[in-house]
């Protein structure tokens, strides 16, 4: 009877079962939710300045006006494309990766 009693400190320094198979899917929805966070600041931000200054006031010789409206446009779009990106992968996520046909 003395080994099968377990005290409270062995039950605290054990972790929760349903923890130890998660950890790789975790670290791995981590990954992928930082990427995605990464790519939202970084891609609008660039492309509207990159946009306004060598696409519409560069090679389309635009207003500086125009150029303000059109390179928020092209950053409303790459938010929309970096989010349905985000949408597929995270919904591809969890699919298993085999070949073959399933029955």
């Known amino acids: ?5 377990r005290t409270s400190s ?3 320094s054990d972790p929760p079962p349903y923890f130890r198979g998660n950890e790789s899917s975790l670290v791995s929805a981590l990954k992928t939710l930082l990427f ?3 790519l939202m600041v970084t891609l ?3 492309l509207y300045f990159t946009s ?3 696409i519409f006031e560069g090679s389309m010789k635009m207003s500086s006006s125009d150029s303000y409206f059109y390179a ?3 950053a409303v779009l790459a938010v929309h494309v970096v ?4 949408v597929y992968v995270a919904w591809n996520e969890g699919t298993p990766k085999g070949k ?4």
């Open 1 to 5: 009877m003395d080994g099968s009693v």
């Open 10 to 12: 062995d039950a605290a």
């Open 36 to 38: 995605f966070t990464i």
């Open 44 to 46: 609008p931000i660039g």
């Open 52 to 54: 306004k200054t060598y």
């Open 72 to 74: 928020a446009i092209v």
């Open 83 to 86: 989010l349905a990106l985000f």
């Open 100 to 103: 073959g046909k399933y029955d």
